[in-house]
């Protein structure tokens, strides 16, 4: 379903990233042309401001991405198992899991070992004066 106007799907997104463009073009070329002590800034500004202008071009081109419902149902797991080799697969792996977590399960709990207690002395040492550099 596309909206009126050949835009798509993401109205708002395609606008945001027309005025991100527009303004950041504006205060980058301002900061070029313009003979200003903060030119440098206007410049910088730009350019961070066309940079972000990106992040709403992907969102609107993103947002009109189609994608067929046989191929998404597939993708997140509601369509019907391939084949024969991939029950084996499953079957195998719940397999192993159940092996695994059983070993686990049926292994006793033992507490940690205590820490050995290690004791230090500390012990003086004589240093000889530091001398002051003239």
Not at 40 to 51: E, K, Q, T
Not at 110 to 134: F, G, N
Request: aromatic share 10%; with cysteine.
């Amino acid at each position: 379903m596309v909206a009126p106007g050949g835009l798509g799907r993401c109205v708002a997104a395609f606008w945001l990233a027309l005025a991100f463009d527009a303004l950041g073009l504006v205060v980058l070329l301002t900061g070029v042309f313009a003979n200003l002590f903060f030119s440098d800034l206007l410049i910088y500004a730009g350019g961070i401001g066309i940079f972000l202008s990106l992040i709403w071009w992907v969102f609107w081109y993103a947002g009109n991405l189609e994608v067929p419902p046989a191929e998404l149902r597939d993708d997140v797991g509601l369509g019907p198992p391939k084949g024969r080799g991939d029950t084996l697969l499953r079957g195998l792996v719940r397999g192993l899991s159940t092996r695994i977590s059983t070993v686990f399960s049926s292994a006793p709990r033992s507490s940690p070992p205590a820490p050995a207690t290690a004791t230090m002395e500390l012990q003086h040492v004589d240093r000889p004066a530091r001398t002051q550099p003239v």
